[in-house]
């Protein structure tokens, strides 16, 4: 499975000029799945332009920045990929490139199989396990649910996983949580 652990990867997904957390589904002897809640632009673009990269990052304000915010056209680069031009982010330590195909489609969703066509290790990093870091990936998930229901329960979640970014953070997961508090209004 290269990059991916078995169950659920938490990564930077990098479609045609745009940037997203979404999580890959992975089991041994299987190709990797996601799921796609339609609406998003790297659901259209997955079905527009049949390709994405996983991005693995070790800066986690990433993922509530880019779960609400565009991506800037800099912190992308173009990669030319099994003869397909694809993007991946600037400052990922490590990027794998698929091939999409939808396997199965709902009426909220797509089931898409990828299909791995490269990867690269660009740094070594370690990445130390913080609680704070898995946090900030916890509540920016509750949180872009939260934004668009202001569900109680929701809130209480966010407001649990804030109070651990501010225990066990440092300065990057409290710039996260900072960002998280503005974005749920809290
Ligand atoms: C850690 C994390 C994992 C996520 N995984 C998924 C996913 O697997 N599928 C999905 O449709 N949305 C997922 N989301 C929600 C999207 O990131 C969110 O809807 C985002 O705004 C979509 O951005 P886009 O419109 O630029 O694609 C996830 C969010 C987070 C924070």
Same mark, same amino acid.
């Given at each position: ?26 089991? =041994? &002897? ?14 259209? &673009? ?11 990052? =070790? ?16 912190? +992308? ?11 991946? +982010? ?12 939808? +396997? ?58 804030? =109070? ?23």
């Amino acid at each position: 499975m290269g990059l991916l652990g078995e169950g659920i990867t938490e990564v930077i997904a990098i479609t045609k000029d745009n940037a997203a957390p979404m999580g890959i589904i992975a089991k =041994s &002897n299987l190709s990797p799945k996601m799921i796609l809640f339609k609406g998003s632009k790297t659901a259209k &673009n997955i079905i527009e332009y049949g390709w994405v990269t996983a991005n693995f990052v =070790s800066d986690c304000y990433l993922y509530p920045q880019y779960a609400f915010s565009d991506v800037a056209a800099d912190d +992308l680069v173009d990669i030319s990929v099994g003869g397909i031009m694809m993007q991946r +982010l600037l400052s990922a330590d490590a990027w794998m490139a698929f091939r999409t195909v939808v +396997l199965h489609e709902t009426e909220e969703t797509y089931y898409i199989d990828l299909l791995l066509v490269t990867s690269e290790y660009v740094r070594e990093e370690s990445h130390p396990i913080n609680r704070g870091f898995n946090s900030v990936i916890d509540a920016t998930v509750h949180a872009t649910r939260y934004v668009h229901n202001k569900d109680s329960r929701l809130r209480d979640l966010i407001e649990y996983h804030l =109070s651990v970014v501010a225990k066990c953070g440092g300065p990057r997961e409290r710039e996260a949580g900072k960002l998280l508090y503005e974005i749920c209004g809290l």
